[in-house]
Nanobody
């Protein structure tokens, strides 16, 4: 079983930056890829970014070069660097891990609030 704990959220002004972290523990050797999703109040969950064990990354269309996903295998942590933040980026950000065999684990999430 995989446990995920996010951190790094907070309140930031528009144009600012935040770096989210997702610490992984448990059976992390079974993880194929990890990702970040977000859900704003009253909206559906939205894909933000994903990264494979090989380091290949993909992003949601709205990112447009503002966010970067990365991983530090030594620290068992995945990061989401978010720059040029906009008020519409306000949401709860959650990381997930997709395991061999199809199992998916989710963290509890971290709130990001961008003020205008």
């Amino acid at each position: 079983q995989v446990q995920l704990v996010e951190s790094g959220g907070g309140l930031v002004q528009a144009g600012g930056s935040l770096r989210l972290s997702c610490a992984v523990s448990g059976s992390n050797g079974s993880i194929m890829r990890m990702g970040w999703f977000r859900q704003a109040l009253g909206k559906q969950r939205e894909f933000v970014a994903t990264i494979t064990t090989g380091g290949n990354a993909g992003y949601g269309e709205f990112v447009k070069g503002r966010f970067t996903i990365s991983r530090d295998n030594a620290k068992n942590t995945v990061y989401l660097q978010m720059n040029s933040l906009k008020p519409e980026d306000t949401a709860v950000y959650r990381c997930n891990a997709v395991q061999i065999g199809g199992g998916i684990s989710w963290g509890q999430g971290t709130q990001v609030t961008v003020s205008s």
